[in-house]
């Protein structure tokens, strides 16, 4: 009589015993290889002006590229079990800025940006594939302790492995890196610089500019000569004011220069000097700190606290608030921030009512009816602010709006609105005309603290080559601000330069040119007791007086 076959030696028995220890090896090797992978399996390279990490994270296809704390953009660009994540540390200032200032460097960047990325992703993948590999082998020895189960591991990897790239390469989506998805505060990136199409062709035309627009920053100084000299003997406190750099390397390299060129006592920043107020965008902020003279700084509505705390920890700087004021060349100079802050859309700031800057205004001027005498500035954000502050103050500066404009305010105050110093950053490559870049230097009585002149400085914007400087001196009253004067150009024989002359308190003078860069235009001619005046030299700090307006304006 025959023995009934157990179960476990019956053909079906072995075959789940096989089976089971097909599962457990599958199981061991998957598991070592992503415990390694996700534990060592990260690369840290240039890309670009950035320092970034690359890693694979088994969460699905695609790519993501992490701008903390902004959010993520997204690219379902391929499918399978691994998503590429990129991940922006910081921005590396020496690279940044010499990208900025290299239009050779510039040129290339797309190439560079994408030999470094693909660079960057070949690295990965290597470490990667060894990594799971050896995860996988180590894994299965150290659970089944048999000596077959690493090559056996290393096998099953490596065929999933294979299996994986395949599917990547069978569903490559080029066309899905032109239509990313935004997360966070990155949703409004479309809606501000638009299209990738869009930005590609604009940044095309950038890059093809910035030669010109670093080569005139050199011809700013050049035609400093052309203008007619500050008369009178006073001393003045020269102040720099800038606003809404928005984070343009270009704007920091202008102000930075025109700092040193003017021998500026002090500058003066009426906010927006970055776009989101984020933690990586201060990397570039702090090189206000390098600047080597007091930097004073009112928050605008794009910028946060942190940076505000960022900047207020650099040499000299001094962030002003309702409970703070600035002391520069004997002055006092008081301000108030941005009550806003809009690029949080949770807050709902966008919607804030007039209201809401008329009441930090009047707060201001509260402070200011403290003090024990009148300060000579004030310093605000939106020129919505100066209204209460209308008789409390003489010279209001203010930004924001991306337009230059001088207004007489009632009881005598004066609003100045500076342009946008940083081209309005990202914006310049938005609009159908670029922003130009603008500063102002102003001179101030350093005993009274009244406004004697004032310097108004504008470098083209994107696609644009022209330097102007332009110069107006303060009557004794303020009506003659009106600009009544028409600006007339001749060229001379030799097309090398021209001459030209101021008319009476108010009146615009004729614009000196220069052809090419570092070429000064002719003498400007000032309505002094002889009819004309030297115009000063590079470098030179002559006082204001006169009445008179004129500019200098050089072509690249």
């Given at each position: 009589m025959a023995e009934p076959t157990s179960p476990a030696s019956s053909p079906w028995g072995r075959r789940g015993r096989v089976a089971g220890t097909w599962v457990l090896r599958v199981a061991l090797?998957?598991?070592g290889a992503l415990t390694a992978v996700l534990l060592f399996g990260r690369v840290h390279a240039p890309i670009g002006p950035f320092d970034a990490t690359l890693a694979f994270y088994p969460v699905g296809g695609g790519a993501?590229?992490?701008?903390?704390?902004?959010?993520?953009?997204?690219?379902?660009?391929?499918?399978?079990?691994?998503?590429?994540?990129?991940?922006?540390?910081?921005?590396?200032?020496e690279r940044a800025q010499r990208l900025a200032t290299d239009p050779v460097r510039l040129a290339g960047v797309v190439d560079r940006v994408s030999e470094n990325l693909r660079s960057a992703v070949v690295e990965l993948?290597?470490?990667?594939?060894?990594?799971?590999?050896?995860?996988?082998?180590?894994?299965?020895?150290?659970?089944?302790?048999?000596?077959?189960?690493?090559?056996?591991?290393?096998?099953?990897?490596?065929?999933?492995?294979?299996?994986?790239a395949g599917l990547g390469a069978a569903t490559w989506r080029p066309e899905a890196l032109s239509q990313p998805t935004y997360t966070g505060l990155l949703v409004n990136a479309n809606n501000l610089i638009g299209s990738a199409e869009d930005l590609v062709a604009r940044f095309d035309a950038y890059r093809a500019s910035l030669e010109d627009l670093v080569a005139n920053v050199g011809t700013l100084y050049s035609a400093i000569s052309a203008l007619p000299a500050r008369g009178g003997t006073d001393e003045t406190v020269a102040l720099l004011h800038v606003s809404d750099l928005h984070l343009n390397p270009a704007g920091f390299d202008l102000m930075r220069q025109v700092a040193q060129q003017f021998r500026v006592d002090a500058v003066l920043d009426s906010g927006d000097i970055t776009d989101w107020g984020s933690q990586p965008e201060n990397q570039l902020v702090a090189r206000v700190g390098q600047l080597g003279v007091p930097y004073v700084y009112v928050r605008g509505n794009h910028d946060s606290r942190t940076t505000a705390a960022l900047i207020a920890e650099q040499p000299n700087a001094?962030?002003?608030?309702?409970?703070?004021?600035?002391?520069?060349?004997?002055?006092?100079?008081?301000?108030?921030?941005?009550?806003?802050?809009?690029?949080?859309?949770?807050?709902?700031?966008?919607?804030?009512?007039?209201?809401?800057?008329?009441?930090?205004?009047?707060?201001?001027?509260?402070?200011?009816?403290?003090?024990?005498?009148p300060p000579a500035v004030a310093l605000v954000h939106d020129p919505k602010l100066?209204?209460?502050?209308?008789?409390?103050?003489?010279?209001?500066?203010?930004?924001?709006?991306?337009?230059?404009?001088?207004?007489?305010?009632e009881d005598g105050s004066l609003l100045m609105v500076q342009g946008s110093t940083g081209g309005a950053g990202l914006r310049a490559l938005q609009g159908e005309y670029p922003e130009p870049l603008t500063c102002t230097v102003l001179y101030l009585d350093a005993d009274t603290g009244e406004l004697r002149a004032y310097d108004e400085i504008t470098l083209?914007?994107?696609?644009?080559?022209?330097?102007t400087i332009q110069r107006t001196v303060i009557p004794a009253t303020l009506e003659g601000l009106e600009r009544t004067g028409e600006a007339e150009q001749s060229e001379d024989e030799e097309g090398t330069g021209q001459t030209?002359?101021?008319?009476?308190?108010?009146?615009?003078?004729?614009?000196?040119?220069?052809?090419?860069?570092?070429?000064?235009?002719?003498?400007g001619q000032a309505g002094g007791a002889d009819g004309t005046e030297e115009s000063p030299q590079l470098g030179e700090s002559p006082d204001p007086a006169g009445g008179s307006r004129s500019?200098?304006?050089?072509t690249g």
């Open positions: 090797a998957v598991a993501q590229v992490a701008v903390a704390p902004l959010g993520e953009l997204v690219v379902d660009v391929y499918d399978g079990p691994l998503r590429l994540d990129v991940t922006l540390l910081r921005v590396d200032q993948l290597w470490k990667t594939a060894l990594l799971a590999l050896a995860g996988a082998a180590v894994t299965s020895w150290a659970v089944l302790h048999r000596r077959r189960e690493p090559l056996i591991a290393v096998g099953v990897t490596g065929a999933l492995l294979l299996g994986t001094v962030v002003l608030d309702a409970s703070t004021t600035a002391t520069v060349g004997g002055l006092t100079v008081v301000g108030m921030p941005d009550p806003r802050f809009t690029p949080d859309k949770t807050t709902g700031d966008d919607n804030a009512g007039p209201e809401v800057l008329e009441e930090a205004g009047k707060e201001l001027r509260r402070m200011i009816g403290t003090l024990p005498a100066a209204a209460p502050l209308q008789g409390a103050v003489p010279l209001v500066l203010a930004g924001h709006t991306h337009e230059r404009k001088v207004t007489e305010l083209g914007g994107l696609g644009e080559t022209e330097v030209g002359q101021t008319g009476p308190a108010g009146e615009t003078g004729q614009a000196g040119q220069a052809s090419g860069a570092g070429q000064a235009g002719g003498a500019s200098a304006s050089p």
